[in-house]
């Protein structure tokens, strides 16, 4: 960023860093926003933003809207945190922001309270810069992207499809960076498909075992085989579906008993170049090859999103390197995100926020200096999407 912007951006650190703060200081284990939401609504009421609260199942949602032309760039993320994990593990209290050789320390700091007060304080300067500006802005908060995900942004994402609403371009504000900030864009996001698996067998005492039938051996050939399958070779943006035994149970915890039923918990982690119904398929043809007596729970499921190189990414692509002097890389690694929810109404979107090291961990951090930067970053993609169009 050139000489002339950094007393704006030497502003922003108070601001951004207060809201932060303040943000962090309020105890949203999730499912429970802590008031985190209206603090947020609070900020962007002055510029004109209409805001909608949608509650569900002890879920808070926050809809905030200014302006109702096109294009509309949605900002996402949520208010949740996951729990702190022992507190004797933290040197200072997780939800007292403390800041120590340039680092902001509490829960959430990172993941991702520092982003959404990047987000309110990027648009603040924003609009305050061009409050004549064409389009529409929004943001949706959720306090349920750390829970079960089913009362948060998927709600408020079918409400809007309900009401014939889409978003042209939507900035999540995950931690996406990996040593630096801006130095990884998030342009998509695996699928994740997940089931209990039970084998049948036949219970009885493990010293006469013609006269039962070892559910544990009888799996094991196919479990061996799931484990060796290449379920496809990915593409551009995706690694290949890798799937995982992550639990497996039987017995009834004597030694000399051979057990009736075998559990297996499995995940998919699957590309583009996969469907859920073809992995389903395939996982269920090798279990018939082995002739296996078996059920299948199918547990939990999320779509896989892609954003391909495009005027979204070019333009976060940009701003990052105006603000930071680095080239963010693009990837479609790690865990599932709400931006499959919002895929549903959205063809182009990114993660873009602080270097994720300590999420969820303890003593979880961010530099100081760069949530001002996030927020200059978030600015810069507003600029180019509806001012320098």
């Known amino acids: 960023m050139d000489a002339a912007a950094a007393p704006a951006l030497d502003a922003g650190l108070a601001t951004t860093l ?13 499912p429970d926003d802590g008031g985190c939401q ?22 808070t949602n926050l809809w905030a809207r200014r302006g109702t032309a096109r294009p509309l760039i949605c900002f996402a993320g949520h208010s949740d945190v996951v729990p702190t994990g022992p507190l004797t ?29 990047a987000f309110v304080t990027g648009i603040e300067a924003f609009v305050s810069a061009h409050p004549g500006a064409p389009g529409s802005i929004a943001l949706l908060v959720t306090s349920d992207e750390e829970g079960p995900s089913t009362d948060g942004t998927v709600k408020v994402v079918e409400k809007l499809a309900a009401a014939g609403e889409s978003i042209d371009y939507c900035i999540v504000g995950e931690p996406s960076s990996i040593e630096v900030l801006g130095d990884m864009i998030k342009n998509g996001r695996r699928g994740t498909l997940s089931g209990t698996l039970s084998v049948n ?26 484990a060796a399958t290449s379920w496809d070779e990915g593409n551009e943006y995706f690694p290949a579906t890798t799937w995982q035994c992550s639990n497996i149970h039987a017995g009834t915890g004597a030694t000399n008993v051979i057990p009736g039923v075998l559990e297996i918990s499995f995940n998919f982690r699957y590309s583009t170049a996969s469907t859920k119904e073809s992995l389903k398929r395939r996982f269920e043809d090798i279990l018939r ?3 296996l007596d078996y059920a299948i729970a199918w547990t939990g499921w999320g779509k896989p999103f892609l954003t391909p190189k495009g005027r979204l990414v070019d333009v976060a692509t940009e701003a990052i390197r105006e603000v930071t002097g ?23 979107i990114v993660e873009l926020g602080p270097v994720n090291a300590t999420i969820h961990k303890l003593n979880e951090r961010v530099k100081s200096a760069d949530l001002p930067r996030l927020a200059a970053i978030y600015r810069g993609i507003l600029e180019r999407l509806l001012v320098e169009r």
């Open 18 to 30: 207060d809201l932060a703060r303040a943000l962090i200081e309020r105890r949203s284990l999730t």
């Open 38 to 59: 209206a603090l947020i609504a609070a900020r962007l009421a002055p510029l004109g933003f209409a805001t909608e609260t949608l509650v569900s199942n002890g879920v």
């Open 89 to 117: 593990g933290w040197q200072t209290d997780p939800f007292v922001p403390t800041e120590r050789d340039g680092w902001l320390y509490g829960r959430g700091a990172a993941d991702m309270k520092g982003s959404l007060a």
């Open 201 to 226: 067998g036949v219970q009885g005492h493990i010293a006469y075992p013609h006269l039962a039938q070892n559910p544990i051996h009888l799996a094991a050939p196919a479990i061996a085989e799931l």
């Open 289 to 291: 090859r082995h002739d």
């Open 326 to 348: 680095v080239t963010p890389v693009l990837s479609c690694t790690g865990g599932t995100s709400d931006g499959r929810f919002i895929a549903d109404i959205c063809r182009e």
